[in-house]
């Protein structure tokens, strides 16, 4: 535990030091909802409608007043944050309420989901394979240039994925899988689409921890019920969908196929391309699903989970997430992703041709995410307007692509808060190293196989 708070806290420090933040609406609309939510007790931006040419924000018109059209719980999440801000005098239009309040309460989101994460592949490789495991995870993906770089849903939602996840990972103590309903129920009222790993932790225990199913029902429910109380409260509706049918085609003019395809492997949004380390997570991932083991009944729901948010996101009008640096709309799924490594690296822990296989892929993935963290233009946006094309084809574009332009423009963007973030990451890293290189007692080995009969 102290190895994941430390872990915790050195992640914040990188993600903080970079001292850039994205410029968007939607976690711009997270940030005033916690904003409003502190200071008005209500959900509705009606007075910040003033400021819209600083801050821009995206709402809908219900009974006469502007509301957010996002699930509450990111908002919900930064509000001690943003109580604190607004002790200080920190309110919007100032521009520290986002790039100070806002963007503190989405880094230390996505640095919690860093210990979480720790801890989760610890138990399952042993105690410095899950600090390499954590160490991709929180350097090697847009954990770092997007979930940690503002106020977005996806911070707060892998942070409770990941607790979930460690919660009800298979030999759980009873009461604490119980207590993984409310970690997935919370990472839905985050992110609606997180209610599919919801389900699949559903699935899972009903059918291989039955004994504790009232609990986690139980468990989930007061987060469920918020939820729909919300929704009731500002839309009218406890059902209400309509931020994520916006991003629907109902004229059927893009193929989902492409954008499936365009999620994984496109060279400026595929998440194999950012990270390409993953690619073992989503094989071991596969794999185990496939086995007759009791780990496959807790993998192969959640596998299926993941898939069907791809086609989700592969089937809705912006594919590629809108502006941003790398594949955003997988970042929840990163978690799943993380025990993946961590079961693939055990299984693999003595094979120097692994060894090697993720050293080659795991090094250009933290530089990339060290280009979008510290480097990448996230105001103008010059990499996007950067050619005449849509910005359908402009994700499959090579000229230049993405990582490419960045890399490109780093000279240019060398200053001395960039050579602070430089300084701070690699004091970092040596502190990772020196970490992983300590010994530790046996008990901090793997658990033994979950492997059982086919009966």
């Not at 939820?227 to 059902?239: E, S, T």
């Not at 004229?251 to 492409?258: A, I, K, M």
């Not at 997570?281 to 192969?300: D, G, P």
């Not at 499959?396 to 490419?404: A, C, F, K, N």
Request: hydrophobic share 55%.
């Amino acid at each position: 535990m102290r190895t994941a708070i430390l872990l915790a806290l050195v992640a914040f420090a990188v993600y903080m030091s970079s001292f850039r933040t994205i410029a968007s609406v939607d976690p711009d609309t997270n940030a005033l909802l916690a904003y409003s939510l502190v200071r008005d007790r209500d959900p509705y931006l009606d007075e910040f409608a003033a400021e819209r040419d600083r801050i821009s924000f995206w709402s809908f018109v219900q009974d006469g007043h502007l509301v957010a059209p996002y699930p509450p719980g990111a908002a919900l999440f930064a509000t001690p944050l943003v109580a604190t801000g607004v002790a200080a005098g920190i309110v919007p239009p100032q521009t520290a309420a986002i790039t100070i309040v806002a963007k503190s309460a989405g880094a230390l989101a996505a640095a919690m989901s860093v210990a979480f994460v720790f801890l989760l592949a610890a138990r399952v490789s042993g105690r410095r394979l899950g600090l390499l495991v954590a160490s991709l995870y929180a350097f090697g993906t847009v954990t770092w240039p997007i979930s940690a770089g503002a106020l977005w849903q996806h911070g707060p939602a892998q942070l409770f994925l990941a607790a979930g996840l460690l919660w009800s990972y298979p030999g759980s103590p009873a009461p604490w899988a119980a207590r993984s309903g409310l970690a997935f129920a919370i990472a839905t009222v985050c992110r609606l689409s997180d209610a599919l790993y919801a389900a699949a932790a559903f699935a899972y225990v009903a059918v291989a921890r039955r004994p504790i199913l009232a609990r986690f029902v139980v468990w989930a429910a007061p987060a469920a019920i918020a939820l729909l109380a919300y929704d009731v409260l500002v839309f009218h509706d406890p059902f209400d969908l309509r931020y994520l049918t916006y991003n629907f085609n109902p004229t059927g003019e893009r193929n989902p196929l492409v954008g499936v395809a365009g999620n994984l492997v496109a060279p400026n949004r595929g998440l194999f391309v950012y990270s390409p380390f993953l690619v073992f997570a989503a094989y071991e991932l596969l794999r185990r699903s496939w086995k007759r083991e009791r780990l496959a009944a807790f993998v192969a729901p959640q596998m299926a989970a993941a898939g069907l948010a791809l086609v989700l996101y592969g089937a809705s009008t912006d594919w590629w997430g809108g502006y941003g640096y790398g594949n955003r709309y997988l970042a929840d799924a990163l978690p799943l992703f993380a025990l993946g490594l961590a079961l693939w690296l055990r299984r693999n822990r003595r094979d120097i041709r692994a060894r090697i296989a993720l050293a080659v892929t795991a090094v250009p993935s933290v530089i990339v995410a060290a280009l979008g963290a510290m480097f990448y233009d996230w105001t103008s946006w010059s990499w996007e307007r950067s050619r005449d094309l849509s910005q359908a084809a402009l994700q499959w574009s090579l000229d230049p692509t993405q990582i490419g332009y960045t890399a490109s423009r780093v000279a240019r963007a060398l200053d001395a808060v960039s050579w602070i973030g430089l300084a701070t990451a690699t004091a970092s890293a040596l502190l990772l190293v020196r970490l992983w290189s300590s010994r530790r007692p046996r008990r901090s080995r793997p658990l033994p196989s979950l492997r059982e009969s086919p009966a």
